[in-house]
C-alpha cells in the first residue's frame, strides 16, 4: 500500500541501507525508499506520511549521521533528484539536493563569491542549512537570506531570522517534520581565479589534516568554548584506539572513522568513553555534532 503510493511520486526501493546512504557507510536495512521527482511530488509524499502517521526521515548526502543496525519500519527520503539551481541578479536559488562542493566550484567558475567556506563540505543544500554548517569561520548563516520550508503541508519562505541560525543549528532541528525544500543565498562578485585558488588552497590542508580518504561523519563533536574538541580527546588519550572496526583517527582525533565493519554501537562505545573521559579529567562535557539515527 505505502510502496504502491511512493512508486507513483519517485523513484522507489525497498532494498536500500544506511549503509548505502551515509558517509559513515553503517546501518541497517530501510524500509521504504523514496527519491520525489520534484517539489510537487515531496509535498504529496510528506503529506500523506503525516496524514498516515507513517514515520520518516528527509537525509542530504548522509553525512552527519549515525545511523543504526537495526531495520528502520519507516520511509527514508531523498531529495537528491532535487538539485537545480539558478542565479538572478545575484541571488543564488538552489533547491536542497543540490551537493554544495559542485555547486562551490561551478559559482567559483563564473566569479561568484558565498559557499568557498563550505567547498569542503560534502552534503546537500538541504543539510548544510539545517546544520547551519560552516568551516573557516563562515556558516550558511552568513549567506541565506530565505529559506522554503515545507512546514505543516504548506511550502512557505522563512527569512535568515525566522531560521533562528546559530553554532550548527537551526528551527529544522526543533521541528523534525518540517523539510528544507530550496534556499535563497546572496552572492557576491570576485575574481574567479582568486575563488578556484582559496578553494584549492582549503582543500589542500584538509586533505592535509582529515582523514577523507576514510568513511566517517566528520568533526564527531562539536568545539566547546574557548576550546578545540580534538584537543581534549588528545588530552585523554584516545587519538588512534580503535574498537572493532572504528577507529579515533591518526590524523585528526575528533575524526571517528569506520574502518571497515564499525558499526553505531561500536562508533557510539567510543563516543561514551570520550565524553565521560574528557568529563572527568577537564569538568567538560562533549556534546555531538554527529546526529544518531536509528540508535
Ligand atoms: C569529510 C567530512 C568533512 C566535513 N566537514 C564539515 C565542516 O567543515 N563543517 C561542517 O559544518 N560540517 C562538516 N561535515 C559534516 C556534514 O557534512 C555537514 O553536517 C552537512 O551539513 C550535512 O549535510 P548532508 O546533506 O550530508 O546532511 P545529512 O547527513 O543527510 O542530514 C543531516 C541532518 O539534516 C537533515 N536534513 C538534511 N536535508 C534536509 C532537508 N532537505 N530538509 C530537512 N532536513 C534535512 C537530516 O534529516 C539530518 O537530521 C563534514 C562531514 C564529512 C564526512
Request: glycine fraction near 10%; proline fraction near 2%; hydrophobic fraction near 40%.
Amino acid at each position: 500500500m505505502i510502496a504502491q503510493f511512493l512508486k507513483q511520486h519517485g523513484e522507489y526501493h525497498d532494498d536500500k541501507t544506511f549503509k548505502d546512504l551515509t558517509t559513515l557507510k553503517m546501518g541497517g536495512h530501510i524500509r521504504h525508499f523514496i527519491v520525489p521527482h520534484s517539489i510537487d511530488d515531496l509535498v504529496i509524499i510528506v503529506n500523506y506520511l503525516k496524514t498516515n502517521r507513517i514515520s520518516y526521515k528527509i537525509i542530504g548526502n548522509g553525512s552527519n549521521l549515525v545511523c543504526g543496525e537495526s531495520e528502520y519500519d519507516g520511509v527514508v527520503i531523498s531529495l537528491r533528484k532535487l538539485d537545480s539551481y539558478e542565479i538572478n541578479n545575484d541571488e543564488l536559488y538552489a533547491e536542497a539536493g543540490v551537493m554544495v562542493p559542485l555547486l562551490a566550484n561551478n559559482l567559483a567558475k563564473q566569479g561568484y563569491s558565498a559557499l568557498e567556506f563550505a567547498a569542503g563540505i560534502p552534503g546537500c543544500i538541504g543539510g548544510l542549512v539545517y546544520m547551519n554548517a560552516g568551516a573557516y569561520k563562515g556558516s550558511m548563516s552568513d549567506i541565506v537570506k530565505e529559506t522554503l520550508v515545507l512546514k505543516d503541508g504548506e511550502l512557505i519562505w522563512l527569512n535568515n531570522d525566522e531560521m533562528d541560525f546559530s553554532y550548527r543549528h537551526s528551527i529544522l532541528q526543533d521541528h523534525p517534520r518540517w523539510a528544507i525544500v530550496a534556499a535563497k543565498i546572496n552572492l557576491t562578485r570576485k575574481d574567479s581565479q582568486e575563488i578556484l585558488d582559496l578553494m584549492a588552497d582549503r582543500l589542500r590542508r584538509r586533505k592535509e589534516t582529515q582523514p577523507l580518504e576514510m568513511a566517517s561523519a566528520g568533526s564527531c563533536f562539536r568545539n566547546p568554548e574557548g576550546t578545540f574538541a580534538w584537543k581534549l580527546i588528545d588530552g585523554i588519550g584516545y587519538r588512534g584506539k580503535k574498537v572493532n572496526g572504528i577507529c579515533v583517527s591518526e590524523k585528526h582525533s575528533n575524526f571517528i572513522v569506520n574502518e571497515g565493519g564499525g558499526t553505531a554501537d561500536d562508533y557510539l562505545g567510543v563516543v561514551y568513553q570520550i565524553i565521560d573521559g574528557v568529563k572527568e579529567k577537564y569538568g567538560i562535557k562533549l556534546v555531538m555534532e554527529v546526529e544518531k539515527f536509528n540508535c
